[in-house]
């Protein structure tokens, strides 16, 4: 369409709408007495506000130096003409329909409007309605028509359903490409969640017991888990604690932690997040949560115990509950875009608070930059922007107790202007945050804007999911290596990324499976996406798999392929558990979780996305959950196994031996030319007699020496264990060829005699004398 006729078509939109306005066209909702769909209110005097403060931000109950109890509500409003407060409460009559009352705040203090409402307590619902113009073409999108959610809200209560009066725009508008220029007059109280005034000053003794475990990065495991996918079907936790931030407290989710030996659970999104349209319409839900809308509120849809501000307490349980089994709290956060989406979206929040002042916006201020693909990017640069996020963050390591967060697209949130900016405000305001800074902070360090790939290039507080060790382990265990180069960086902490600026091996997230992607089972069982479940005909998800299926797309009877399928398994995930870095596990993989070869289930609320446990009735599965408890005691008891600095590779002591040295099958160390030439064998010693460091007395670390082997073809191998001075004999640990690995252990080679690798198998060996 040409410039002149859009702008035309533009016109006539804007004049289409004024004329519907005032004719009444747009069909208003049921209860409308108002120039706006304004609810029937109470016939009761409504109650006077005060003045109040305009910090903090959010709705705050306090009893006053008078005595006087109520709450005092702030928000953040650049550019806004006036707001309303939006008070709910439930109408006595029979219909037992919300009754709204709108209380105007009047005092605004550097662009904060803010007032203190007696007698306003816990457990009172609200919103906002904030006026201002409506001129879509500048980027301002005020419509009063719109409640709004309090980004401050510190709960929320209620699901978000998307029908048309959700949105600012006339989302059915004939002309489509000028939709978003419509403004939508009917209200969308009825339709929208509210949020709820909740009782922020604990009790003295709330935490007096709680210790956080402060897991030094070196020692750490991660497990990624769904709050509600891990205990849905759990069969020792209560049905109405299934799904819940309880049943994840409860017992028995907690003792199948502490018997696997994690040290800290990675919880996929719990902000308060609302389900897109596009799937709403196809019967299905946003499953994994990454569609905030509320960065104070945990999700009210994981709580057993109520909505209206009980799911503040139950969290916190929750976080005591397994800080008390020694397990830390991470959450899976995303800060750098919201759920209203494109300039298509709904109205929910901040779009409707100040558009231009919480998103970045193109040079034509109608559309959204979008580094995120979700159709809006946080404008991160702006100072009240950055204060949401960081007040958030805060709120959750003081107040709900938790130990470290894992930013979703981290590299859009590093963004200044445009590019990605390793000293912008954001990651210079968590460097000096006396709060942030010591707690775990781990990048998705990546967005897909333009220079958003940045593995590597996060400065020294920070760690990373390591793609690149994904990639790798992937490629040799399917045989696509060309060489092994790249997997002897990955094995080691990954020094090409992280050598630098300080940081240590444990900068390196290293993972294998993740929530996005196959579950180990189906990386080893489909060699294509199968997602037709999605409803978006199979076009979601990645084609980048790097997955093998042993012989078959997919679920099979032969006993053959089965048992290489499993084999495949213990290979990836010893091999992901014997490497220098912190491991990340994914719930389930250690019992062989399958989701039917679909690698974007974020849509799949059901049997797909769930956890199975009934997967730990047959052997295979359980032998696998043992093998992975074993590496992980392994991995905790020798400290050789999670280094605290990176190897030299140099010659030590008086025997000249290497702290790390790389074997060939012939019992040689590898040699340049070796590195370039095509293998599937690789072993590797790590030497466990002068580990850099001392332990918390002063004392220099010793241990013992492993020598690993890896052999990733379809034939067994001769390999000739390396003979004095590394090693006289060796005592076999780990033999993922076996299915029952109680069969290993205890076998004694000597030093220089060859042993025979069975094809694609882990072989872990500790050195005796």
């Given amino acids: 369409m040409s410039s002149a006729a859009e702008q035309e078509a533009v016109r006539r939109a804007v004049r289409h709408a004024v004329d519907a306005v005032r004719e009444e066209r747009i069909a208003p909702t049921a209860e409308r007495t108002g120039p706006y769909g304004r609810p029937r209110e109470p016939d009761t005097p409504g109650p006077q506000v005060w003045p109040g403060a305009p910090t903090p931000l959010g709705a705050r109950f306090r009893v006053g130096p008078d005595g006087v109890a109520g709450t005092n509500f702030a928000l953040w ?10 008070l709910f409460e439930e109408d006595d009559g029979p219909g037992g329909e919300l009754l709204e009352r709108r209380l105007p705040l009047t005092e605004l203090t550097h662009e904060i409007w803010h007032g203190f409402v007696p007698g306003v307590r816990p457990g009172q619902r609200y919103g906002y309605r904030v006026h201002g113009r409506w001129d879509p073409w500048t980027g301002a999108r005020w419509n009063p028509a719109k409640l709004l959610l309090d980004p401050y809200a510190r709960a929320v209560d209620g699901d978000f359903s998307l029908p048309p009066e959700v949105y600012g725009h006339v989302r059915d508008w004939p002309e489509q490409h000028v939709a978003d220029t419509v403004r939508d ?27 956080r475990p402060k897991t030094p990065w070196a020692d750490s495991v991660i497990y990624e888990l769904h709050v509600r996918g891990f205990t849905r079907r759990h069969p020792g936790i209560p049905p109405e604690l299934r799904g819940t931030y ?7 989710a907690v003792e199948h932690l502490v018997r696997l030996g994690v040290t800290a659970v990675e919880l996929l999104p719990v902000h308060q997040f609302a389900h897109e349209d596009h799937l709403l319409r196809r019967g299905l839900r946003n499953y994994w949560g990454y569609n905030s809308i509320g960065y104070f509120a945990p999700h009210a849809g994981y709580s057993a115990s109520g909505t209206a501000g009980q799911q503040v307490g139950e969290f916190k349980r929750m976080v005591q509950a397994l800080h008390a089994a020694g397990i830390e709290v991470i959450l899976d ?20 608070i100040d558009n231009r002042g919480y ?10 930059t979008d580094y995120t693909g979700c159709g809006n990017t946080l404008h991160v640069v702006q100072p009240h922007v950055l204060r949401l996020i960081t007040d958030s963050l805060r709120y959750w390591v003081t107040e709900m107790g938790v130990d470290g967060f894992r930013f979703d697209l981290a590299a859009a949130l590093a ?5 990605v900016d390793m000293l912008s405000p954001f990651l210079a305001v968590i460097a000096q945050d006396p709060v942030l800074r010591r707690v775990k902070l781990i990048a998705e360090p990546w967005d897909v804007g333009s220079g958003g790939y940045q593995v590597g290039a996060f400065p020294p507080l920070w760690t990373e999911w390591n793609d690149r060790y994904r990639d790798a382990v992937r490629d040799f265990w399917r045989g696509a290596l060309p060489d092994v180069r790249d997997l002897g960086y990955r094995l080691s902490g990954s020094s090409d990324l992280y050598a630098w600026g300080g940081r240590r091996p444990y900068a390196s997230i290293n993972f294998i499976t993740a929530h996005d992607g196959f579950t180990l089972r189906d990386l080893v069982s489909y060699e294509r996406k199968h997602n037709e479940a999605n409803g978006e005909g199979n076009r979601d998800g990645t084609n980048d798999n790097r997955s093998w299926n042993c012989g078959a797309e997919g679920e099979t009877d032969d006993p053959g392929i089965n048992a290489l399928r499993r084999r495949q398994v213990r290979n990836l995930l010893t091999t992901l558990l014997l490497s220098a870095g912190v491991p990340m596990l994914v719930s389930g993989d250690e019992m062989g979780r399958t989701q039917g070869g679909n690698n974007n289930a974020y849509c799949q609320d059901n049997e797909i996305g769930w956890l199975d446990w009934s997967l ?25 196994l999670r280094r605290r600095a990176f190897f030299s590779g140099r010659p030590q002591g008086v025997d000249g031996l290497r702290d790390l040295a790389w074997f060939t099958a012939g019992g040689a160390e590898m040699t340049e030319g070796d590195w370039y030439a095509p293998t599937a064998t690789l072993g590797f010693y790590l030497s466990g007699r002068d580990i850099p460091g001392r332990d918390e007395r002063g004392e220099r670390i010793a241990d013992d020496s492993f020598l690993a082997i890896l052999h990733a073809a379809g034939e067994p191998v001769a390999f000739r264990l390396p003979g004095p001075p590394w090693g006289e004999s060796y005592e076999l640990v780990v033999d993922t060829s076996l299915e029952d690995q109680s069969e290993a252990p205890g076998t004694v080679h000597r030093g220089g005699e060859e042993v025979t690798v069975a094809a694609r198998s882990v072989l872990l060996l500790r050195v005796r004398g």
């Fill in 77 to 86: 409003a650049g550019g806004a003409e006036s707001v309303e407060l939006c």
């Fill in 185 to 211: 007059t009917r209200d969308s109280a009825p339709y929208v969640p509210k949020g709820v005034v909740v009782h922020d000053d604990a009790p003295d003794d709330e935490w007096a017991d709680d210790r």
């Fill in 246 to 252: 309880a049943g994840l407290a409860h017992p028995a």
């Fill in 333 to 352: 956060v995303v800060y750098n875009h919201t759920a209203e989406a494109s300039e298509l979206g709904p109205m929910l929040s901040l779009r409707g």
């Fill in 359 to 368: 998103y970045r916006l193109q040079s034509d201020a109608r559309r959204y």
């Fill in 415 to 419: 963004r200044s202007m445009h590019d």
């Fill in 616 to 640: 730990l009735e047959s052997p295979g599965p359980r032998g696998l959950s043992e093998l992975t408890s074993r590496l992980l005691a392994l991995r905790h008891r020798h400290p050789v």
